[in-house]
């Protein structure tokens, strides 16, 4: 059965970075779009980025735009997300998942999701 397991995340001041990673197990990943969300407490689970199969085609948030970086590495079955600058409106729980359609935000277009990793940013 396929599963994906996120880790990095952690605490952080404000202006740090963070480097979340998502490995899934199985052949298919490659074939897969891949997105991470985030859900902050009482909150509903919003999107933050995703990419294509093949990492040419990256899709972002407007919040999270110009400070994180989504990529993958298909040969390690591995989907990365580089977050600078964070504020503490970032703390959240951070999901990775994965899609057979093209990068996009609507949560219900991923089939599979990994069990998150808490990002918690002070101020």
């Known amino acids: 059965q396929v599963q994906l397991v996120e880790s990095g995340g952690g605490l952080v001041q404000a202006g740090g970075s963070l480097r979340l990673s998502c490995e899934a197990s199985?052949?298919?990943?490659?074939?897969?779009?891949m997105g991470w969300f985030r859900q902050a407490p009482g909150k509903e689970r919003e999107f933050v980025a995703a990419?294509?199969?093949?990492?040419?085609?990256?899709y972002y948030a407007d919040s999270v735009k110009g400070r994180f970086t989504i990529s993958r590495d298909n040969a390690k079955n591995t989907v990365y997300l580089q977050m600078d600058s964070l504020s503490p409106g970032d703390t959240a729980i951070y999901y990775c998942?994965?899609?057979?359609?093209?990068?996009?935000?609507?949560?219900?277009?991923?089939?599979?999701w990994g069990q998150g990793t808490q990002v918690t940013v002070s101020s």
């Open positions: 199985g052949r298919t990943f490659s074939s897969w779009t």
């Open positions: 998942a994965s899609s057979r359609f093209y990068p996009q935000h609507a949560t219900q277009a991923y089939h599979l």
């Open positions: 990419i294509s199969w093949s990492g040419g085609s990256t």
